[in-house]
């Protein structure tokens, strides 16, 4: 009798690459670069590795393809994981796909380095994509070669499931794993490269499937397998709607443009920074998708981007993050507009993503401010002159907010309190004492004395307010010289911090004793040093 695969391992792992299986293929089995036509994906292997070793799993990731532990920690996971090794059932692919890139047509991009090795169904009917970035050149590769450094993985790892605990929609990380072999980069484009440790890292999620997934078809008029895709996007990702049609197509647009306002809306709560917003890195599942240079908000700064390619027209800012949103919903809208040959409904879903994420961005700010709920004529002007206030001076964004919920709103007479006394429990989120001036006191005292009036007339008790506060507004986040420690320690051969991270941000709201050293700003030595302040496109 044939043995039955353990639960849990590996070799219960159910695959059903429905993707592979009804959407059209690459003809060309010859893994090199070019021009893939008329197809959604190319078959491709993983290259092998030298010494693969594992670094990091997530055990909740893991819990979603039901592995266990033991599965996860076993030597066929790294050999399987890091592409050395395929499962029974495995199907490796590179999706096709373009993009627009800073606002140019880019043409094909496609999966550069990222093979999909299937889709799961788990325990529980859902569906997962397993996806190794890193694991070698693919024909979407172009000059590059399709691998992955330490660095870039470590921060992709650990951001992906940071997302997640934090409430952010992401796709997830599974594993990371060190390769055992170097990779040449010049991580600043400026004529010194240097060897590195590669790694891969498999992430999963419902769907991979991009804004771009549908450009390129359009782009080329390929009409045909457009609606093949879509055709499939509707009955696998968004099986509620019902059967494909124009009707259907435009309900999934309108989804699509609701789940990316409440993305972008969760993306500013947090103070993330997704450094590289073109369409080929945003999601139809409104996931957060592709960690490239990224970044998390230490004082606040609408202007600031973490993005070595956009420093000069910082089309990426923090604050600018709602609007290209809105711009690459429309590049979507166009691409679909042949399947629907008609403008108007398709305008209104763009607009309704404004009026979408307006709505859902007040009842954020609300919530971060410990309102019972969002009042327009009292609360407009009040976060108006908030978010004049916080750049003014460098002014950290996370322990702001945190430190907020401490405010004392029990004072007796706000008129006689000092603006000093008002304001103390804020005093850890500035970064340069000589920056906080009588002027500046004034302006903050004006604002807290304000802001306590409104928060009384909900009639909420301290407690209460500083609990809901301290829900939305976390007290960890995956500050970039944190992750550059654990990146230092990493390519040392140390991975503690990488864990310690993983552990520590698992509960991003919870105030964690012997952890208060993570909590705190960004100390002055990462001020401008690369990893922390800025990163380029190989990063």
């Known amino acids: ?31 090199r670069r070019r021009q893939v036509m008329g197809a959604c994906y190319s078959r491709v292997h993983p290259i092998r590795v030298a010494a693969p070793r594992l670094v990091a799993y997530s055990k909740e990731a893991a819990a979603l393809l039901d ?49 999909n090795l299937g889709e799961i169904i788990n325990q529980r009917s859902e569906r997962w994509a397993l996806q190794l970035k890193g694991a070698g050149p693919t024909p979407y590769a172009r000059t590059a070669d399709g691998l992955a450094v330490l660095r870039s ?27 055992g072999e170097p990779v040449e980069r010049d991580m600043f484009y400026d004529g010194h490269p240097r060897e590195e440790p590669g790694a891969v890292v498999c992430r999963i999620a419902p769907s991979f499937t991009r804004f771009g997934s549908f450009e390129i078809f359009a782009s080329r008029g390929d009409i045909k397998v457009l609606k093949q895709l879509l055709d499939y996007t509707v009955r696998t990702d968004f099986p509620h709607l019902g059967d494909p049609s124009p009707a259907v197509y435009l309900q999934w647009f309108w989804e699509v443009c ?63 993050q709602p609007q290209i949103a809105h711009w690459n919903l429309a590049q979507l809208a166009n691409a679909i507009y042949p399947l629907i040959e008609d403008v108007k409904p398709l305008q209104e879903a ?15 700010m609300a919530r971060k401010l410990g309102l019972a ?70 302006a903050i005292g004006n604002w807290l004395r ?11 008790s301290p407690e209460t307010r500083r609990q809901q506060m301290n829900a939305v507004n976390p007290q960890y986040v995956l500050r970039n010289y944190l992750a550059q420690e654990a990146i230092d320690k990493a390519e040392a051969g140390d991975f503690s911090r990488i864990n310690e991270l993983l552990d520590l941000l698992r509960h991003p709201y919870t105030e964690q004793p012997g952890k208060e050293k993570f909590a705190e700003k960004r100390p002055d030595w990462a001020r401008h040093r690369a990893g922390c302040s800025m990163l380029s496109c190989s990063s």
Not at 267 to 287: A, K, Q, Y
Not at 405 to 431: G, Q, R, T, W
């Open 1 to 31: 009798m044939k043995p039955q695969p353990k639960n849990n391992s590996l070799a219960s792992l159910t695959f059903d690459n429905r993707f592979t299986r009804e959407l059209p293929a690459d003809p060309e089995t010859n893994n």
């Open 67 to 115: 592995l266990s532990a033991e599965a996860c920690e076993s030597q066929a996971f790294v050999q399987v994981f890091s592409g050395n090794d395929l499962l029974a059932g495995m199907d490796p692919y590179a999706t096709c796909y373009g993009g627009h890139q800073f606002g140019n047509w880019a043409g094909q991009l496609g999966d550069g380095r990222a093979i």
């Open 153 to 179: 993985s470590v921060r992709e790892f650990l951001c992906s499931e940071a997302m997640f605990h934090l409430g952010v929609p992401t796709t997830r990380a599974l594993s990371l794993i060190e390769t």
């Open 258 to 320: 609701q789940r990316t306002a409440d993305l972008i809306v969760q993306w500013m709560r947090v103070g993330f920074v997704h450094g590289v917003m073109n369409t080929d890195n945003m999601s139809i599942l409104g996931l957060t998708l592709d960690y490239g240079p990224y970044g998390w908000l230490d004082n606040y700064d609408p202007d600031w981007t973490p993005n070595t390619t956009d420093a000069v027209g910082k089309r990426y800012r923090f604050g600018h």
């Open 350 to 364: 763009v607009d309704f993503y404004a009026v979408r994420y307006h709505q859902e961005w007040k009842t954020m």
């Open 373 to 442: 709920a969002f009042e327009p004529h009292t609360d407009d002007p009040l976060i108006k002159e908030l978010l004049a206030i916080l750049p003014s001076i460098e002014t950290d964004m996370t322990i702001f907010y945190r430190r907020l919920a401490e405010l004392n709103i029990s004072v007796e007479s706000l008129s006689d309190i000092s603006n000093d006394a008002i304001m103390s429990p804020l005093m850890d989120a500035y970064y340069v004492p000589g920056q906080v001036t009588a002027e500046y006191k004034a």
């Open 450 to 460: 304000g802001y306590i009036a409104r928060v009384r007339t909900d009639n909420i």
